[in-house]
Every structure is written in structure tokens, then in C-alpha cells.
């Protein structure tokens, strides 16, 4: 599978932008699908996963509450709904999949997803 984030571009404190996850081959219905950011200087980090299913969401604490990921898999589809930007939250976000069994345990770990995108720049400004 071949994952293609996009949607990121330039945004203010408190504005909201919608992140896409689009993937050419094997349908994003047969994965587990997660996104993670990596800012400037640090490391990648986990920011919100779905089960296959569709049916579980998985948040960090930085973005609970401001954001949400849902899929439309007759669309193919995976999304990050950012509400509330802040500037830390400028980093360049990458989705990804996992088939990894005991996904509830381990879909902090990007080691566990087997599939990246290309990631797309969000830049949050104050």
C-alpha cells in the first residue's frame, strides 16, 4: 500500500485544518491506520491511531479534545480533524498502517506500522 498525506499548509493559533490519508493499492480498510508528527530537532511522535475496525480511536494527551481521526473506507480515505492549532502543534504530519496484532496495545509504537506516507507541513503561527 502507498499512503499520500496532504491538507497541511499555514495556519493561525486557534484555526483548523483537515489532514487526508489516501492510499493507491491495497485498501486503508485492511489496516489499522495511525498519525504521527516530527517537528524540527525532535523525534516523531505519536499523535492519534484507528482501528481497522473503525470502532476505537486513540488520542496523545497533547491533542485530546482538539483532535479527531475518522476514516471513510469507501473513500479510501483516513482523516485528522485539527481544531484549536497551537504553534506546537507545527511539525510534519505523516499517517501510516499497521496490521500488527494487539494494535490496543502498541499503536503508540511507529515501529509497528509497516506502511508510511509522505508527510504534509503544518506551520501554526501565534
Known amino acids: 500500500v502507498q499512503l499520500q498525506a496532504s491538507g497541511g499548509g499555514l495556519a493561525q493559533t486557534g484555526d483548523s485544518l483537515r489532514l487526508s490519508c489516501t492510499s493507491s493499492?491495497?485498501?486503508?480498510?485492511?489496516?489499522?491506520m495511525g498519525w504521527f508528527r516530527q517537528a524540527p530537532g525532535k523525534e516523531r511522535e505519536f499523535v492519534a491511531a484507528?482501528?481497522?475496525?473503525?470502532?476505537?480511536?486513540y488520542y496523545a494527551d497533547y491533542v485530546k479534545g482538539r483532535f479527531s481521526i475518522s476514516r471513510r473506507n469507501a473513500l479510501n480515505t483516513v482523516y485528522l480533524q485539527m481544531n484549536g492549532l497551537k504553534p506546537e502543534d507545527t511539525a510534519v504530519y505523516y499517517c501510516?498502517?499497521?496490521?500488527?496484532?494487539?494494535?490496543?496495545?502498541?499503536?503508540?509504537?511507529?515501529?509497528?506500522?509497516?506502511?508510511w506516507g509522505k508527510g504534509t507541513q503544518v506551520t501554526v503561527s501565534s
Open positions: 493499492g491495497r485498501a486503508v480498510s485492511n489496516y489499522h
Open positions: 484507528v482501528r481497522r475496525s473503525g470502532d476505537v480511536t
Open positions: 501510516a498502517a499497521s496490521t500488527t496484532a494487539s494494535y490496543s496495545s502498541l499503536y503508540l509504537n511507529a515501529e509497528r506500522y509497516g506502511y
